[in-house]
């Protein structure tokens, strides 16, 4: 299993890895590309919902969500592998989607001066790294944001995830994934200086969303994707994950 900074570095600095990522991941199987649309639903909903003026995405890899978002001054991408980096200028030039920078860079160490952004996403990162390097980063974050700026980040559900690797036969995931329950999650962001604002499930009724994707969908695509949208909006007892917006404390 990858782990640490240098293995998670190379685990995603081939070529080979970039081009096949979003399609392994995110298009290739249905459960993926749910979970991929309802990720993009959300940023766009969180994003719109205040005045970004300048927005910062740490490791945006292929730009998979990159392309839902929008700042009315200035975003940038800041990337450590230069294999995903050409894929995700490559994306939002195919999109259609204007005003982004990208530059590479260590997420421990971001090529940006102090207080600039007021918005942050950082996606399928800091959830990777043991406890010690997750505050590292999330203190990086913390410098490059404006007072009051917010950041938006995924969160592994660890029951939920447990659950899913067991109907998936994992044993152990290729790569570290750590994982939290929403209590532990909010008492981390204490620790590291930041308030969570709020806590947006992503497959919120897990179980049911597994057995839609998984054996209702051979049966019907279509039948597949309404009820799977349908039950979004239930109560978040088991979400696959969250997607978690926090302010600095």
Request: with cysteine; net charge positive; proline share 5%.
């Amino acid at each position: 299993m990858f782990a640490g900074r240098e293995d998670i570095q190379t685990a995603y600095d081939t070529d080979a890895m970039a081009e096949e990522y979003l399609h392994s991941r995110y298009g290739r199987h249905p459960w993926g590309r749910s979970v991929h649309e309802r990720q993009a639903r959300l940023l766009q909903h969180v994003v719109a919902r205040r005045p970004v003026r300048k927005l910062l995405e740490i490791a945006p890899g292929p730009a998979r969500l990159t392309v839902y978002t929008a700042a009315t001054e200035a975003a940038y991408g800041v990337e450590y592998s230069a294999a995903m980096l050409r894929l995700a200028k490559a994306r939002v030039a195919e999109c259609r989607v204007e005003g982004w920078q990208f530059v590479r860079g260590d997420a421990f160490h971001l090529p940006l001066r102090e207080a600039t952004f007021d918005f942050v996403l950082c996606c399928k990162l800091i959830r990777h790294f043991a406890h010690a390097d997750r505050l590292a980063l999330l203190a990086e974050i913390r410098r490059v944001l404006q007072p009051g700026g917010q950041l938006l980040v995924d969160v592994v559900n660890a029951p939920a995830n447990r659950w899913l690797h067991a109907k998936w036969g994992v044993q152990e995931p290729w790569i570290a994934d750590y994982g939290f329950t929403e209590a532990t999650f909010r008492a981390e962001m204490r620790e590291a200086g930041f308030r969570v604002v709020t806590m947006y499930p992503v497959h919120p009724a897990l179980p049911l969303q597994y057995y839609t994707w998984t054996y209702l969908w051979r049966l019907s695509p279509l039948a597949a994707q309404v009820v799977s949208r349908a039950l979004t909006v239930v109560t978040a007892r088991t979400p696959l994950e969250w997607m978690a917006l926090c302010a600095c404390a």
